[in-house]
Structure formats: structure tokens, C-alpha cells
């Protein structure tokens, strides 16, 4: 079975500086994408990020992007010049076979100001 | 496109009572989920429709529960004989099939006193 691993329960960063969150996932067959979702205290699942397997640059969207390393199974996410509403939980997603969603435990992300 | 709708917003409800959430998802998305998540945790998936057609239905998804899609567009989730280990927000979600774009609602925050 997929599994995606969040190895960072929190983490606190100050405001404007970059900020890596990680993603491993443990698939033998990754050809779905990887996916990364904010969820503020509202407790809405917004879409930031996809990274299709088959993709030879990383994505990026604004201050977001992924650094894909197919080798080492990692999709992590970063988020340059991190801003006071950057702070949520970040999951971490891939697609099985059956086009569904596999979700990490999250990491809580607080930016100081 | 008003994106995936859900309803109500918050529901509390005493323990014993059935309840029942309502999600409208993007129209032109066949594809429907239903995903539970209680505090500090990533979604769980519960079931899923394509069209009207119920294909999956998870193991967490007990007797009380059942989904319905009657005419492929919105559907409805109900609990019977509600209890507290079922307060949590209710997520649901929904894309092309075999597309990989999830677009969530704001979800269903249940909870059970």
C-alpha cells in the first residue's frame, strides 16, 4: 500500500524567510502525482501545488514549489518569503491507482512575526 | 463555478440523532469523496462516487453511515444514532475522473454532545 510520510509535526519559521516542508512517499509505482494542500483553522482544504512523476521540472505556483527527487522519493514543499497567513497545516498527497487521495499526517507551519 | 459547496457549515447535535450534510460539487466533476477529519490528523477517506454510481466504500464507514448521489450531481451523507466518536469535519471533494485535480469544500464540522 502507498504511504506518505510528514516527518515534521511543527514547525515555526520567521516571517519572510524560506521555509521547507518535507514529503516522502513510499510507492512502488509513483505515476499519479503528488499533491500539497494548506488547511488554515477554517479547517478548508485549499490546493496549492502538483507535481506530476513524469514531470521534468519541478512545479511552482507564486511563492510555492516543489522540489521533486524521484531518486530519494521526495516531494518536498517550499515556500519562499513566508508571509503571517502561511500559517496552517500542510499536507502532503498522492493519487493511487484508483485516482485516490493518500494523505501524510501533516505539519502545523507557524510564522512569527 | 462557485467551486464545492457544503452544507451546513457547523451542525452540534446530541448523541442518538441522525444528521445529515449536503455537498454540491464543480458540475462538471463526475467524480465525488467523502473524507473524515478529526483534530491533528489528514483526512480519512470514507466513499466515493462516479456519476450516481457508489464504487467505494471504506471499512471506517460503519452502519450508521451512508452516502447517497441520486442523480450524479449533489450528494448527502448521513449518520444515524449519532456518537461522539463521530464528531469531526466532514470533507468532501471532487474531480474529472482520472484527473488528478481535487477541489475541496469548506467542509462539515460535526459535533456530537
Known amino acids: 500500500a502507498q504511504k506518505i510520510t510528514q516527518t515534521q509535526p511543527g514547525m515555526f519559521v520567521q516571517e519572510k524567510e524560506a521555509v521547507t516542508l518535507d514529503c516522502t512517499y513510499d510507492?512502488?509505482?509513483?505515476?499519479?502525482?503528488l499533491f500539497w494542500y494548506k488547511q488554515p483553522s477554517s479547517g478548508e482544504m485549499i490546493f496549492l501545488i502538483y507535481?506530476?512523476?513524469?514531470d521534468q521540472q519541478n512545479a511552482t505556483e507564486g511563492r510555492y514549489s516543489l522540489n521533486f527527487q524521484k531518486a530519494r522519493k521526495s516531494a518536498n514543499l517550499v515556500i519562499s518569503a513566508s508571509q503571517l497567513g502561511d500559517s496552517a497545516m500542510y499536507f502532503c498527497?498522492?493519487?493511487?491507482?484508483?485516482?485516490?487521495?493518500?494523505w501524510g499526517a501533516g505539519t502545523k507551519l507557524i510564522i512569527k512575526p | 463555478d462557485t467551486g464545492v459547496s457544503q452544507n451546513p457549515r457547523h451542525k452540534i447535535t446530541k448523541r442518538g440523532q441522525n444528521v445529515t450534510f449536503r455537498c454540491d460539487p464543480i458540475s462538471e466533476h463526475n467524480r465525488l469523496y467523502w473524507y473524515r477529519q478529526t483534530l491533528g490528523q489528514g483526512p480519512e477517506f470514507l466513499t466515493y462516487f462516479q456519476n450516481e454510481a457508489q464504487l467505494e466504500k471504506s471499512r471506517l464507514l460503519s452502519d450508521r453511515f451512508s452516502a447517497e448521489r441520486p442523480k450524479g450531481s449533489f450528494s448527502t451523507l448521513e449518520i444515524q444514532r449519532t456518537e461522539q466518536g463521530d464528531s469531526a469535519m466532514y470533507l468532501c471533494?471532487?474531480?474529472?475522473?482520472?484527473?488528478?485535480?481535487?477541489?475541496f469544500g469548506s467542509g462539515t464540522r460535526l459535533t456530537v454532545v
Open positions: 498527497a498522492s493519487l493511487d491507482s484508483n485516482y485516490q487521495l493518500i
Open positions: 507535481q506530476g512523476s513524469y
Open positions: 510507492t512502488s509505482d509513483p505515476s499519479y502525482g
Open positions: 471533494a471532487s474531480s474529472r475522473q482520472n484527473k488528478g485535480g481535487y477541489t
